[in-house]
């Protein structure tokens, strides 16, 4: 093993990984703009719901107001009716009639109290779903330009640590930075790992003691059984 291609493999390793973290955050940029949105779109169709729940309520008792005014206009149509009647037999059934009106005017008003109550509720829900909508609203206003700042930070710092990345690369043997290049994009994760009682601190299996033997001696280049990673021994 090459001491000091083994260093300039970390380091190159270290960018990398720093590469690899900046990428999969520059994509959650866009997935975590469009839930910001979701979320402000839901806030604002409950409150929509809710508005529409009060309208419900309010066109539901004032149908029961007319129909509460058409009974009473109908009890004194019948009672004009009964003043008029000639026999005993058609006064008491206007009497029956307006005692039946009378009766669904009572039931009328109980169903408007039940109503009027619901108003008070749905009015209360309306003006929560207001307050969760105005949030959300001004979330999308600040996070989403927050966001956007960051994700232009994400690019500059992506650019940046690139920048040295082919000197890095020149410092390395082809085969043994291609084989590195192919492992690093298969685990997206560390590929050059030190050994930690006697296992790869990659994928934490007990290594041979052939293969430690190697790490130990740092004569060539070693892989692990296991996951194939490069181990090195620093001395920990």
């Known amino acids: 093993m090459n001491v000091p291609q083994l260093k300039s493999l970390l380091k190159l390793q270290k960018n990398d990984l720093t590469l690899i973290q900046l990428k999969k955050e520059a994509q959650s940029v866009p997935e975590r703009q469009a839930q910001i949105k979701k979320n402000a779109q839901s806030a604002r169709d409950q409150a929509t719901a809710a508005q529409d729940a009060v309208k419900a309520c309010e066109s539901a008792i004032k149908q029961i107001e007319l129909e509460v005014e058409t009974a009473k206009e109908q009890i004194n149509k019948y009672k004009t009716q009964q003043m ?7 006064y008491k059934a206007f009497e029956k009639e307006i005692a039946n009106a009378g009766e669904k005017i009572g039931e009328l008003e109980d169903k408007e109290l039940l109503e009027m109550t619901r108003l ?9 779903a207001r307050e969760v909508e105005a949030a959300a609203e001004a979330q999308v206003a600040t996070e989403i330009q927050e966001l956007e700042e960051r994700l ?13 990345r082919e000197d890095l690369v020149a410092e390395i043997d082809k085969e043994i930075s291609d084989r590195y290049m192919q492992l690093l994009n298969k685990k997206q994760d560390a590929v050059v790992v030190p050994i930690r009682q006697d296992s790869c601190n990659g994928c934490h299996m007990k290594l041979t003691p052939q293969t430690l033997h190697d790490a130990h001696s740092q004569q060539k280049w070693t892989n ?10 620093d001395g920990e």
Not at 225 to 230: A, D, L, M, Q, V
């Open 84 to 90: 008029q009647a000639r026999t005993n037999e058609e």
């Open 120 to 128: 008070d509720e749905v009015k209360a829900d309306l003006v929560k």
């Open 152 to 164: 232009n930070v994400i690019r500059s710092t992506f650019a940046e640590v690139k920048e040295g």
């Open 224 to 233: 692990c059984n296991f996951c194939g990673r490069y181990l090195y021994d």
